[in-house]
């Protein structure tokens, strides 16, 4: 096999796997390591990777990688969609109280079908905070909910507010659920995202609420970003897509973390 066809073949498992190992590569492909690091490095030159210990993650992975809320609209859809519609599970006409949406596009999902969300009885209503714009304006028209904005500087990749004035908002209130989004959920980093100040709202969400529950889909499980903003242990529930693996799976259960399959 020629070393175009290797790196193309690389390019595809971190297209689905989102990372690869030399010493697996090198025993599909049947060459030394040597030679599946001078791949990774002419993959890492074009920018298609990243090298780290053991191997190398898809350029998307990299820890302060991050894209506008219309950029990832699209990708995963079918897997946000179905969290969301589980996570909507988690709300029935029966409940009562306030709710913490955190700002992305899985969240966001959430968020329309909310705008759907009817009570079981006249007088019973939903309270939804939310620092997303885009979210406060997705069950807005609800007239069963009550919308309820945080404020603070507007963050244009995310459409959302963040900042000490963010934070201290925050601070006073204690929803019975939030929903969280993660860029990576991992055993040992817990949850992530690039951005420290978006970083700053997901544990002021995660710590003041009843109950935390985290809408990860399956391409970011066992990813690292750059800040962490909660331990596996601070999150009540996880609703995922897939059954993570076993290096993951086993620390959730540790953890006492509750583990949704949508």
Known sequence: MYATERQQQIENRLADDGRVTVVDLAREFDVSNETVRRDLDQLELRGVLRRVHGGAVSAARISR???????RSDRNAAAKERIALAA????P???????????GTTTGMLAQGLSRWQPDTPDRSLTVITH???IASAVSDNPHIE????????????SAAVGPTTLAQLSRLRPDIAFVGANGLHSDFGFSTPDPDEAAVKTALTRGARRAIALVDASKLGVETLVSFATLADIDTLVTDKQPDIDLSH???????EVVLA
């Open 147 to 158: 919308v309820q904005i945080i404020g603070g500087r507007l963050r244009g990749i995310t």
């Open 251 to 257: 620390p959730l259960r540790d953890a006492d973390v």
């Open 93 to 103: 006409s029966t409940f009562s109280g306030a709710i913490a949406i955190d700002s």
């Open 65 to 71: 990688t991050e894209e506008s809320i219309a950029q």
């Open 132 to 134: 997303s714009i885009a």
């Open 88 to 91: 909507l599970a988690l709300i």
